[in-house]
């Protein structure tokens, strides 16, 4: 199966690099209201996964015949404060989390400062967990901050 | 508006939105995963630091699929340099070479600015624009709605801050 992750992960790797969707310009004109590329990238993306996503529940399988389960995300004051400063961030990269290693493959080389910085962000928020917890309602840790 | 990856033509974004959405769905059919990026840091820290944060079970049994997830998008990034004109270390950055126009210092001093409020916010947040923006929302999940809201709105006024009034350009 990891073959099988490798290969989604690239064609993944290859859209984002070729849409704008991993491009520095792109996302600011997102944000700047001058480029509907990455709005319409978004919109058809989520409109094609929800009906999708709603079929293979009905299924209630995998092609290989596991029962489906989906973890949701918790809901808590992080989702707002940690969205906000994830837009900070997302606005001064230029890049989110998915298009960081793509423009690290492409070759450009402040993506790796980016990578650097979005790691020690992470490494930070996983020290002060158990001190956020009360002030953002976080799930315990058994539950975890879900997975995306 | 070209790409900053060797000035190419982008992919239309109907078929852009069809292949992530494909990605995504593949992912859940295949292998019962739901799509997300940023849990990835998670997992790359986990492999360093002996916090309990990340040696709880959500991280270290999501290792196995996501970093080779993660590494796919390296690889696909490479190949589409390879293939779109050749693959060599840059740091061309477009919109901000006109406008800002830091050096290659300043420019991993500011990206790795960026990369803090990433990682600090994705994961406060439970997720980023593959996680929340679009499994979240093609799922119907509130949280998801609120993240998404939360970051697009945030990205508008920073990127506005930056380009409409600390480093305004003609014609942008």
Known sequence: MTLVYLILGTVFGFILSRSGAADYGFIQGMFLFTEFQLYGIVAVAVLVTAPGIWLIKRRGRTILGQRLSIEMKPFHRGNVAGGVLFGIGWSIAGMCPGPILVNIGEGKIYALAALAGALVGAGLLGACYPALQRPFALPPLKVGAGEG | ?172
């Not at chain 2, 779109?84 to 126009?101: H, K, N, R, S, V």
């Not at chain 2, 409020?117 to 624009?129: D, E, S, V």
């Open chain 2, 1 to 172: 508006m070209p790409l900053i990856l060797h000035g190419l033509p982008p992919l239309h974004w109907a078929l852009a939105g069809i292949g992530i959405a494909g990605v995504t769905l593949a992912l859940l059919l295949l292998a019962n995963r739901r799509l997300g990026i940023s849990t990835g840091f998670e997992d790359i820290c986990s492999l360093a630091l002996p916090l309990p944060y990340f040696q709880r079970a959500a991280v270290t049994s999501g290792r196995g699929w996501r970093l080779p997830l993660l590494a796919g998008l390296v690889l696909g990034g490479f190949l589409s340099a390879v293939l779109g004109g050749g693959w060599q270390p840059t740091w061309a950055l477009g919109l901000f070479d006109e406008a800002i126009g830091l050096g290659p210092a300043g420019k991993l001093a500011w990206m790795f600015v960026g990369g803090l409020f990433i990682g600090f916010g994705t994961r406060l947040a439970g997720g980023c624009t593959s996680g929340h923006g679009i499994f979240g929302l093609a799922n119907l999940e509130l949280p998801s709605l609120v993240t998404t809201i939360s970051f697009l709105g945030a990205g508008i006024v920073t990127t506005y801050i930056v380009y409409r009034v600390l480093f305004p350009l003609v014609g942008l």
